[in-house]
């Protein structure tokens, strides 16, 4: 069963930055795209980046030129780095990871981490 498990959430002011991690279980080669939402409260859950096995990278319009996805194959891990934050990107970050196998689609989700941003 895969896991995957954020850190590096926090509280942090306006024009700050943060760091969270995403570490797999398993070799995130497997996947086929990793990738960053967000869930603002009372808000829908929003994709904010994405990482291709290919190490290709899209972003939302809201984190392009301020957020950076990563990953570090040998840990295992994606990162997201934020920068130039602004109170509007509080919410709860969740790592996803999909695999296609045939005609399945796996999708995996990490429990969330927190990010507060203080104006």
């Known amino acids: 069963q895969v896991q995957l498990v954020e850190s590096g959430g926090g509280l942090v002011q306006a024009g700050g930055s943060l760091r969270l991690s995403c570490a797999a279980s398993?070799?995130?080669?497997?996947?086929?795209?990793m990738h960053w939402y967000r869930q603002a409260q009372g808000k829908q859950r929003e994709l904010v980046a994405t990482?291709?096995?290919?190490?290709?990278?899209n972003y939302a319009d809201s984190a392009n030129g301020r957020f950076a996805i990563s990953r570090d194959i040998a840990k295992n891990t994606v990162y997201l780095q934020m920068n130039s934050l602004r109170p509007e990107d509080t919410a709860v970050y969740y790592c996803?990871?999909?695999?296609?196998?045939?005609?399945?689609?796996?999708?995996?989700w990490g429990q969330g981490t927190q990010v507060t941003v203080s104006s």
């Open positions: 996803n990871a999909i695999m296609r196998s045939g005609w399945n689609v796996l999708d995996y």
């Open positions: 398993g070799s995130i080669l497997n996947f086929n795209a």
């Open positions: 990482i291709t096995s290919t190490g290709s990278t």
